[in-house]
Structures are given as C-alpha cells and as structure tokens.
C-alpha cells in the first residue's frame, strides 16, 4: 500500500464492522489475500472536513433538536404523571436541599458557597426530592427505569431496561436502551444505521450527582426535550456502575477496588459488565460521568478550594489514534465548554493531585490504559470524562452539580448527532488504517505525561475570591514515549494462558486457536530484572491492586514451535492497540504484570507473518 495523504481516510463507515480475518481452519497465507481484499480502498473516502470556524459552526445543533430552556422542570418525581414538559422556575426563596446537614458539613464557608449559586433550572429524581437525606437507592433506580421504559409513548421510540450483571453484593447494574429501531437486540441496531452513545455513571459510589443526572437524561431521551436525538442515535445510560460503593458511600467496589483503574484487567463484574456493553454495542461516543474533590487535598496543599464547576479529559493513552483525538477536541470538548459556559458554568481541563500531603504537582488524567477514559478510546470511540465538583460535598449544591452534568451530557449527544456520519467515517478509517499496521513501523509500549508548569485558579477559602496559583502541571494532551519496540504481527499466548485469552475477547480483541502444530518467527523476552512494586496513577497507589511484577526485558528473535490448542492473537485488527497495552510484559497495567499472564514464557511477539491452521471460531 502506498501512503495515503494526511487527510485520506479508507473504506466505508460500515465497513468498519470488526470481522474475523481467519476462521475455519483457513491458512495464514489465504488471510493475507483477504486483508489486501479488505484494504484495497484505501484513499476512496475523504475524510470529512474539519470546521474552520468551531466557535459558529460546531456549537449550533440542527433546527430539528430543540434546546433545553431555563427553568423547565425536567422529570417530576417518579409516579408523577407527565403529559409534557413543564415550565416552572426555581423560586430564590426555595429551600436548599438538606441545609441543615449540608451547612454542618461544609468544607468551607458561605463566601465560597455565594461562588455556586442554585441553577434556575429544578430537576427531580428520588434523591433530589427536599425531604431526602440520601441520593436514589439502587432498588429506586430500577424502578424509575422501568417506569421511563413502560411510560415511553407509543411511536417511534423504545426504551429496554437492560440487565448488564450484579455486583458483589448482588445488585442489578441495570442500563436504559433507547432507539428507534425496530427492536432492541444488537442485530436491530446495526440494522438501523445509527450510531450508538453509551453513558455511564457513577463508577465511583462517593460521586452520586452522575446516577441523578443520567436518570434525568434517560427520561428526557425517552419522552422530553431529548427524544428528538433518537432520530440520529441509540443510546444506552448506564446511571450506576458500582452499586455496592453507592450504598455505602465508598469510592471502590465492595472488595475495595478502584473500578475506573480496572478496565483492562477485568477483575471485577462491575467492570466486565461495562466491558460486554462496549463490546456489543460498539458506541461511537462513550461518556463517564465523575466528580472532582472541591476541598480535600486541595485546602491541605495550597489553602485552596476547587473553583470550577466541571473538569473535562478525553482520551490520552499510548497509540490513541490522531484523528479521534483531534474528533474528540474539536468535536466534543469545544463544543462542551461552550454549552456549559452559556449555563453560566466554569470548566478547565481534568486535574488531580496526589495523596501524599507534600506532593504538590497538579497532573491531568493519566496515560495509563487501564481508566474507562483510555481503555474505551483503544477501542476506537470517543471517550469522555465529564467531572463536577462534589466529593465531599454531600448534598451541598446538588441541584448545580445534576445541571453541570446534564448540560455536559446533552452537548455530548447533540455533539454526535451532529456528527454522526463522520464519526463512523473516521472510526472507519482508523480501523482500516490500525490493522494495516500490523509488522510495520514502531508501536509505543509505554508513555508518560510532560511535566510543564501553569497558572491555575482556584478560590480563597475565607473570601471565595479568585487566587491564582503557579503550579507544576503534568499535561496528558502532550505524551512523552517512555518505551517502543517493533510493531509485531501478532502475539502467541501459550495454552495455559486461558483467562488472559478470556479477558481479551471480552474486550472484543478477536484471539484465535491453533489448530495444528506450526512454527513461527518471533520476539521471546529475556527478563533483565525484577521488583514488586505497587501500582499507582497520578493520585497514587490504585485501590484495591496487589503488588504488580515490574520487570525488564529483552526482545531475543529466535524461531518457536507453537503447538496445537495454544493461541495467536493477530495486530491486523482494529483493536491492535489494545492488544498491545493488554500483552507487552514490562508495564504496570499489562496482563503479566498483574498475573493474568503467569509465565514470562507463556508468550512471545510474533515478527514475521506466520503460516499456521486455525480452529473454527465463531468469535
């Protein structure tokens, strides 16, 4: 193939489909003919244009898509009927949810809190009722789901609750499908030509205003302001992910994990249930709502409080492809900041800050492929984080933090339906463009963010004015390659490797069975030292990890005999990057280095295209 020009793009949205390359026993040599087949378009599609002016052009959604206007209630509270949508501004006298407790718990003082005022928009949800002193309960959220899904008015629209999994204390995770396809099985979905969002909620059980807000976004898409977006899209909300942290108020699962570092790895079912959703769906778009610590580290390290309402973070991991980076900013992030900043909301980019007290770097989301952030972007989607200012808040300005993450979350839907058929032009391309990189070139194995520094702002705890602080700020937006190697054409896990095999393939990395013994050229590791040491992000040690194995290696090309029932896992697929973060020994997020992968010998990097026999395979 020749190089394609920088702004090219290959093949057809639908063709972006993943499908098995080899199966049926077919040799490695008759897969290479059909991978030339599949790449043979390549350059027939331009990429479409990128706006020239984002501020005029990007921000406005079609005339179809109604915009939400202030002080329109949106639900009422659950059993209500509802025969439109009703207007009815906040009255300033109104009561502040829960004062009483909300003032005894404050973190700071009532200059500070003048910074948040009540949005004039009043949403209602279970756990926003006045009287409430605790957010929707788990049972609460199934029932407002079911509700929106048998109220949905006869037409066009369907709403399903789905059954995702249980958690380990056997709650449902439950999830809300709406499309107007003919019916809600994936098969009906692909058949109906629109792109799929897949919103999520509340993976961490301390952070309540996700669930609140995604249940009022699953009604509005159900049958208010929202439901004109189904013409364009499905959608999928997933209001909360970690029921079990959610009752008890905990960040973790109930074994004490950190799901949003585990989505990779997969070791726990709240995980693996978001990781069959992206997998059978295949979201164009996949958002994860969060909240940020407004006091906390913050007041301890620089005696300050957090000043904006939302923080924002795309993708930013080893090998994400450029062009959905560059659909993720000026598609989404842009768009974003400016429907938040006509609610009168603040955002700035995501950041965090260590748990060590004198610590004082301010960093972004990390480059490790292990957050739903990173991992669901290796999966060539769009991935978003959205995060508003909460922890430790309790039920202090509930009703602003629902409104941020509403405003957020819609300007992402109309984003994608505005786009959708770039969208799936570009994914199209990048994994056209992903698998036809297979044995060439370098990949990179491991990257870090670039230390810099900026002038932040934050608020004065005493009088809630503006203080601006020079700080050292670690930027995810510029990743520095820490390691890289030669791109292989696949990897060969030894049979014993069966769970790392298991959690591949729920991931959607296609993994094939030999079925005859063969011999191939390839990469063993010689391992040059060894440490257990713990796994850590840019907040510090992940919760609930063992002590990863942090190794050295060196790659040692030498011809190895495969034999049969052993597996191969081929990089001429779209999912190749994901492969590579999951299956390169050396980094603290792979497979082996967290024990999913036992014996240093039980795989290699396979260097040349290998002529091998494969069993059937329906995967």
Request: glycine content about 6%; charged content about 20%; aromatic content about 4%.
């Amino acid at each position: 193939m020749t190089q394609r020009p920088a702004l090219s793009i290959s093949a057809t949205a639908h063709a972006a489909r993943s499908t098995p390359l080899i199966a049926r026993r077919t040799p490695w040599r008759s897969s290479l003919a059909l991978l030339a087949v599949l790449l043979s378009a390549c350059a027939s599609t331009p990429l479409p244009p990128w706006p020239g002016t984002p501020a005029t052009t990007r921000a406005r959604a079609p005339d179809s898509v109604p915009r939400v206007q202030r002080g329109t209630v949106v639900p009422p509270p659950l059993g209500q009927p509802r025969e439109n949508v009703v207007v009815t501004p906040l009255q300033p006298s109104a009561p502040a949810l829960a004062a009483a407790d909300a003032a005894s718990a404050a973190p700071y003082g009532p200059a500070v809190a003048a910074r948040f005022a009540e949005p004039a928009t009043q949403y209602s949800t279970p756990g926003l009722a006045p009287e409430r002193r605790s957010f929707t309960t788990n049972a609460e959220v199934g029932q407002w789901l079911r509700e929106v899904a048998s109220a949905t008015p006869r037409g066009s629209t369907t709403a399903s609750v789905l059954s995702l999994g249980t958690s380990q204390h056997g709650e449902p995770i439950l999830g809300l499908l709406l499309t107007h396809a003919k019916g809600t099985d994936v098969a009906s979905l692909e058949a109906n030509g629109r792109s799929t969002v897949v919103l999520i909620g509340q993976q961490h059980g301390d952070e309540p205003a996700s669930s609140e807000a995604l249940l009022v976004v699953a009604r509005e898409l159900a049958q208010g302001l929202l439901e004109p977006l189904l013409d364009r899209l499905n959608v999928v909300v997933i209001p909360r992910a970690n029921p079990d942290g959610a009752a008890s108020g905990n960040r973790t699962t109930a074994n004490g994990v950190d799901m949003n570092r585990d989505h990779l790895l997969l070791q726990t079912p709240e995980a693996r249930a978001l990781a069959r959703v992206v997998r059978d769906y295949r979201p164009i778009v996949v958002l994860d709502a969060h909240e940020f610590t407004a006091a906390g580290r913050y007041l301890q390290k620089f005696n300050a409080i957090q000043r904006y309402d939302a923080l924002l973070q795309y993708t930013t991991t080893a090998n994400y492809p450029e062009f959905l980076t560059k659909a993720s900013l000026e598609w989404f992030h842009q768009p974003m900041l400016g429907a938040l900043q006509s609610q009168g909301l603040s955002s700035d980019w995501y950041y965090t800050t260590s748990t060590q007290p004198d610590d004082r770097r301010i960093s972004m989301g990390g480059a490790q492929p292990d957050t739903g952030r990173n991992v669901n972007g290796l999966k060539n989607s769009v991935s978003l984080l959205v995060e508003t200012r909460g922890v430790g808040l309790g039920r202090m300005h509930i009703q602003r933090r629902v409104h941020t993450q509403v405003t957020a979350i819609t300007s992402a839907l109309r984003s994608t339906a505005e786009r959708a058929a770039n969208l799936e032009q570009v994914r199209s391309f990048v994994v056209r463009d992903t698998a036809s990189k297979a044995c060439k070139g370098q990949v990179v194995v491991e990257a870090q963010a670039t230390p810099t520094q900026r002038e932040l702002t934050m608020l004065d705890p005493e009088t809630g004015a503006d203080r601006t602080l020079k700080v050292d700020w670690n930027s995810s937006l510029t990743l520095q390659p820490v390691k890289t190697r030669a791109r292989p054409c696949g990897y060969w896990l030894a049979a014993s490797a069966t769970m790392a095999v298991e959690r591949l393939q729920l991931l959607g990395v296609q993994v094939l069975r030999i079925a005859e013994p063969g011999g191939v050229l390839a990469d063993t590791y010689s391992e040059t030292a060894r440490e257990t040491t713990e796994r850590a992000d840019v907040r510090g040690t992940v919760a609930g990890s063992d002590g990863t194995i942090r190794i050295q290696v060196t790659p040692v090309r030498r011809a190895i005999d495969v034999p049969a029932g052993s597996f191969y896992v081929p990089l001429n697929q779209g999912l190749a990057n994901l492969a590579v973060a999951a299956l390169e020994p050396d980094t603290q997020s792979s497979f082996f280095a967290n024990r999913l992968i036992d014996d240093l010998a039980s795989t290699a990097r396979v260097m040349t295209v290998p002529s091998l026999v494969f069993e059937d395979s329906d995967e």
